[in-house]
């Protein structure tokens, strides 16, 4: 039997929620097979993140060159990088080894309880952008990169996915799971000078610890299972929806808690 292999690039979250436990998760449960190469720790918990410590370039670079010796991703996604230099060496994977592989860019700034997760971080992440397919910013972080304010309609969100897309990036996700809109979520899908809407029913919770790094793994996990990248976004989309709404009721910490990434495979027994 042969399945997709996926790659994650990102840090550890020791909680389990986001980071590579999420990718790992998150490609498990859409059928895949999982791998990562951590390039920074962290230590944080549901109520946030305490601390963040980089991992040492050359140690990341010797992850990835031997892993990619031996077996060949078919989809990788980039989350956390940690510094400038861990941010370099990846780019010259992706300019080398890994330049024909489906690629998904998490721009992995700040956490959710206001961390830095990035030193220089809007530099850094916009050298990466015309090295992967695909990049996937909240509201937050494209405003940081397009410098410019945090969208606060629809029609913000399009101009600024355009934005990005100017800065050099083929694809770009603008995840608007933060827009404050009483019914909807609502994501912009920008290709070829082309948007598209991506809408599901808003869940009221606050456990939404590790959406980001979810959403953007999914989007990596079904790409390789799907006709085209619109197609694995949209799918993504609603497996995330399932997520979300099983992690209501999950119970985990007591701060933000995590999805159940599991939700589906427990609804399959």
Not at 59 to 74: K, N
Not at 82 to 102: C, H, I, K, M, N
Not at 123 to 143: I, K, S
Not at 210 to 228: D, I
Request: glycine fraction near 8%; include cysteine; charge should be negative.
């Amino acid at each position: 039997m042969s399945i997709p292999r996926l790659l994650t690039i990102a840090g550890s979250d020791p909680s389990g929620g986001a980071g590579i436990q999420a990718d790992l998760k998150t490609f498990l449960a859409l059928d895949t097979y999982g791998m990562a190469v951590i390039t920074a720790i962290t230590a944080q918990s549901t109520r946030g993140v305490a601390a963040s410590h980089p991992l040492d370039a050359a140690l990341v670079a010797e992850q990835l060159d031997t892993l990619l010796v031996d077996i060949s991703p078919d989809a990788v996604k980039i989350g956390m990088l940690g510094s400038p230099e861990v941010a370099a060496v990846v780019a010259e994977r992706l300019a080398g080894p890994l330049s024909s592989t489906p690629s998904v860019l998490d721009t992995v700034m700040v956490s959710s309880s206001g961390a830095s997760l990035l030193s220089d971080p809007v530099a850094t992440l916009r050298g990466l952008l015309p090295l992967v397919d695909v990049v996937t910013p909240n509201l937050d972080e494209a405003a940081l990169l397009t410098g410019t304010p945090v969208a606060r309609s629809v029609s913000d969100m399009i101009i600024q996915a355009e934005q990005v897309a100017a800065l050099g990036a083929r694809r770009v996700l603008l995840k608007g799971g933060h827009l404050s809109q009483e019914f909807a979520a609502v994501d912009v899908w920008w290709e070829a000078d082309a948007p598209r809407l991506f809408e599901s029913a808003r869940i009221s919770t606050r456990h939404l610890h590790g959406t980001g790094c979810t959403f953007s793994s999914a989007v990596a996990a079904l790409r390789p299972q799907c006709p085209s990248w619109e197609q694995a976004v949209a799918d993504a989309k609603a497996w995330v929806s399932d997520a979300i709404l099983g992690g209501v009721d999950l119970s985990v910490g007591n701060g933000t808690g995590p999805l159940d990434h599991g939700v589906g495979l427990r609804a399959r027994r």
